[in-house]
Nanobody, 116 residues
Framework: QVRLVESGGGLVQPGGSLRLSCAASGFAFSIFFVKWYRQAPGKEREWVATISGNGRDTNYGDFVKGRFTISKDNAKNSVYLQMTSLRPDDTAVYYC?????????WGQGTQVTVSS
C-alpha cells in the first residue's frame, strides 16, 4: 500500500526557514518521481517542485526563485523541501505526491503558516 506522510510544517516569521519531510512507503521509492504541491485557502493546488527517482533531476515552480530546495534520501525513503526566505504568500498546506502506473497518490498535507 502506497503511503506518503508529510511533516515539518508550522508557524514561522517572514524571512524564516522550514524543512518539510515526506516519508514514503509501499513502492520502489528510488524509481518514481516525487512532487511537492501546495494549496492556499481559496486557491487551487499549485505545483512547487519535483525530484526524480534517483534524485539527480529537480524542477521548481517559477515562484520559488531559488528559495526552496527539494532533495531525497533513498536510504530513508524520504523527500525533503527546504524552504528559506519565507513570505506570507507561502502560507498553504503542502502536499507530497507521486504517480505510479497512472495512479496518483497524495499525503495528508502539512500546514505552513508564515506570519509575524
Amino acid at each position: 500500500q502506497v503511503r506518503l506522510v508529510e511533516s515539518g510544517g508550522g508557524l514561522v516569521q517572514p524571512g524564516g526557514s522550514l524543512r518539510l519531510s515526506c516519508a514514503a512507503s509501499g513502492f520502489a521509492f528510488s524509481i518514481f518521481f516525487v512532487k511537492w504541491y501546495r494549496q492556499a485557502p481559496g486557491k487551487e493546488r499549485e505545483w512547487v517542485a519535483t525530484i526524480s527517482g534517483n534524485g539527480r533531476d529537480t524542477n521548481y515552480g517559477d515562484f520559488v526563485k531559488g528559495r526552496f530546495t527539494i532533495s531525497k534520501d533513498n536510504a530513508k525513503n524520504s523527500v525533503y523541501l527546504q524552504m528559506t526566505s519565507l513570505r506570507p504568500d507561502d502560507t498553504a498546506v503542502y502536499y507530497c505526491h507521486t504517480m505510479i502506473l497512472s495512479k496518483t497518490y497524495w499525503g495528508q498535507g502539512t500546514q505552513v503558516t508564515v506570519s509575524s
